[in-house]
């Protein structure tokens, strides 16, 4: 069982089609009902999850993607750089991290955080990922979307692969998280995208890494620091993207393992110093996993439409295939196709037999004349 408090009424929006029909969108929200409160859902039996000033968090098992805990779990918020682990997520599969590039000034002089990029230098395509998770560097995001192909294309892309996972919350409007209107999140689908990144071992290696040596121009390297400061500080700590602006206030989404399980946490909105405050959200998940029943799940990506796709067969037919292709369709009819099939043959042939004859009939007139 768990608890609900605040409730939100659930609601069915009708939109009416072209036909004049009326269509009832789904009320549930996608992890299941509880996650649409706007208020703490727990479950009962255990202790309660400790306070946090956090407008919203999930707290979420990964192996079983079980919600052990929430709060506002849909709410929409501006993501900061906590959207860099979704900028991730999408473009290390397409990009080659061995390629080198050289950014564009554009690139270079992106607002914000940054992990110091250079027009005269040249750049793996690994080291701006290291610059993106470890640095939160908005001249990484950039320069990783350039290489994509540019900043539409990589929009595309990531709101592409929100969907996929089913993070319905989330509006994609630049690579870096910089806010940007109608651009969004929720800490349910900061707990999916991270949930979906840590099985990329690539971006589990980025997020993970406490320092690196990052190029500079004239072959010469400096030192930059993962941003996660529980990397240090927690057990166990992955480590995944923290963020703020001063419109979005804090954010962060974050992993730890221990015993062989994965916690998530997830927050947004909140006002100041978060760190120990997360810290205790892991410990509780970790001290309720496995004895609580979950307020909800963490839900799997939907399927690849192209690998779903079935390749199609050729249609040419050789005269020894056709039997075997016509045993093989005959084995897999029902009572009612083969009833089917046979008025269709059986009103083939009678069309003939009348076709033919009026067309003797026909030539026997034309031969009178």
Not at 90 to 114: H, M, V
Request: aromatic share 6%; net charge positive.
């Amino acid at each position: 069982m768990w608890t609900k408090i605040v409730p939100i009424t659930a609601f069915i929006a009708s939109v009416s089609l072209t036909s004049g029909t009326a269509y009832a969108a789904p009320t549930t929200p996608v992890g299941g009902e509880a996650l649409g409160s706007h208020g703490l859902v727990s479950p009962d039996g255990v202790k309660k999850p400790p306070k946090s000033k956090a407008t919203s968090y999930v707290i979420a098992d990964v192996g079983t993607g079980q919600v052990l805990a929430a709060k506002n779990a849909h709410g929409r918020y501006l993501p900061a750089s906590t959207l860099k682990a979704l900028t991730a997520l999408t473009l290390i599969p397409k990009l080659d991290r061995n390629r080198q590039i050289r950014p564009s000034r554009n690139a270079c002089n992106q607002e914000g955080s940054a992990v110091g990029l250079s027009v005269k230098a040249k750049y793996k395509v690994e080291d701006l990922f290291k610059g993106l998770m470890m640095s939160s560097g908005n001249d990484a995001a950039m320069a990783l979307a350039e290489t994509n192909g540019g900043l539409d294309k990589t929009m595309r892309d990531m709101n592409a692969e929100a969907k996929r996972l089913q993070a319905n919350d989330t509006v994609a409007k630049t690579p870096s998280g910089l806010d940007k209107p109608g651009q969004s999140s929720s800490a349910y689908d900061l707990a999916l995208i991270a949930r979906a990144g840590l099985a990329n071992p690539d971006f589990k290696r980025y997020i993970s890494t406490k320092t690196a040596n990052f190029p500079a121009p004239k072959g010469k390297h400096y030192q930059i620091s993962n941003h996660n400061k529980l990397l240090w500080r927690y057990q166990g700590m992955i480590g995944v993207k923290n963020g703020w602006t001063s419109k979005a206030k804090a954010s962060f989404v974050g992993a730890a393992t221990r015993g062989g399980h994965t916690i998530v946490v997830s927050i947004m909105r909140h006002e100041g110093f978060f760190w120990d405050e997360v810290a205790k959200l892991l410990d509780w998940g970790f001290s309720v996993r496995g004895k609580a029943t979950p307020v909800g799940k963490l839900v799997d990506p939907l399927p690849d439409p192209q690998a779903a796709a079935q390749p199609q067969a050729s249609t040419s037919v050789t005269p020894a295939a056709q039997p075997a292709l016509l045993d093989r369709a005959g084995s897999k009819q029902t009572d009612s196709t083969r009833t089917m099939g046979a008025l269709v043959i059986g009103g083939g042939l009678l069309f003939g037999l009348i076709w033919l004859a009026y067309g003797i009939r026909r030539k026997r007139g034309r031969s009178r004349l």
